[in-house]
């Protein structure tokens, strides 16, 4: 049964697109497809097609279903606080105003030109951009673009080894990720790699946990393009709507037409 808040909120969401022109030619997809390259995280189950059903009729009638299964946490996904944080929000708790936020994009390519998969966000290049573009604004959504999405097509390349053991990308250093709980001001993180924590490190993940305590979500795997502007994009993450996940599917769309 459909109730009269989910339209409300329905009917909210489409005015909100509407008025700042996230229905336009200007809206970018940062999303990776799921399909049998799909990356899945660890163990987890990979994107898989488990049933096929396709009818195509003498009559010039169609029918087409099929099923699917894959992890949480796998492609372009959104991890919610409640995966490293035990009363953080789970996917579905997530409030809809922090879906929809001003993206600010870090451009660390030349770092992962210099380090490879030891590239890391520091407090440094956060303090750059903010001395550039003044504060980060409320309600945002930090997308780091450290250029790793070109290996995404090459899984040994893209997350560095065949187990998470000997997962090698570049992520945010703790500092950073304290920096950006303490400024009150984001509401999740995204980067163009299988993860937020660095690959190499200890099994604990101490990224995951500081943004996790402050129910700031994450964005792993995202599609950023490398001419996605500095600031003034709006950011659209709209994940599965999945009772109790620590993680799901995401599909994020940017307006970029007041870049």
Request: aromatic share 10%.
């Amino acid at each position: 049964m459909i109730t009269m808040k989910a339209i409300t909120c329905l009917i909210l969401a489409i005015t909100y697109l509407k008025v700042n022109g996230l229905i336009s030619n200007n809206v970018i997809d940062l999303t990776w497809p799921f399909n049998n390259k799909t990356i899945s995280w660890g163990a987890g189950k990979k994107f898989e097609i488990t049933k096929e059903n396709f009818v195509d009729g003498p009559d010039g009638t169609w029918y087409g279903s099929r099923e699917f299964a894959l992890a949480e946490h796998s492609g372009t996904h959104l991890d919610a606080p409640y995966h490293f944080y035990k009363n953080g929000w789970k996917v579905d708790e997530i409030p809809l105003s922090r879906l929809i936020a001003t993206c600010v994009k870090i451009n660390l390519s030349e770092e992962t030109e210099k380090f490879g998969h030891k590239a890391r966000l520091l407090p440094k290049h956060l303090n750059d951009w903010e001395q550039r573009n003044g504060p980060v604004p409320p309600n945002s959504v930090i997308l780091v673009y450290f250029n790793w999405g070109q290996y995404y097509h090459n899984e040994s390349k893209y997350l560095g080894g065949e187990n998470s053991t000997l997962y090698r990308f570049p992520a945010l250093s703790p500092q950073a990720a304290q920096w950006i709980a303490d400024s009150n001001k984001v509401v999740g993180v995204g980067l163009d790699t299988p993860g937020i924590d660095p690959g190499e490190g200890p099994p604990t993940k101490p990224v995951h946990t500081i943004l996790a305590k402050n129910q700031i979500y994450a964005l792993e795997n995202v599609k950023i393009p490398p001419d996605f502007p500095e600031k003034g994009a709006q950011l659209l993450s709209m994940p599965m709507l999945l009772s109790g996940g620590t993680g799901a599917p995401v599909r994020i769309i940017s307006d970029v037409s007041n870049k």
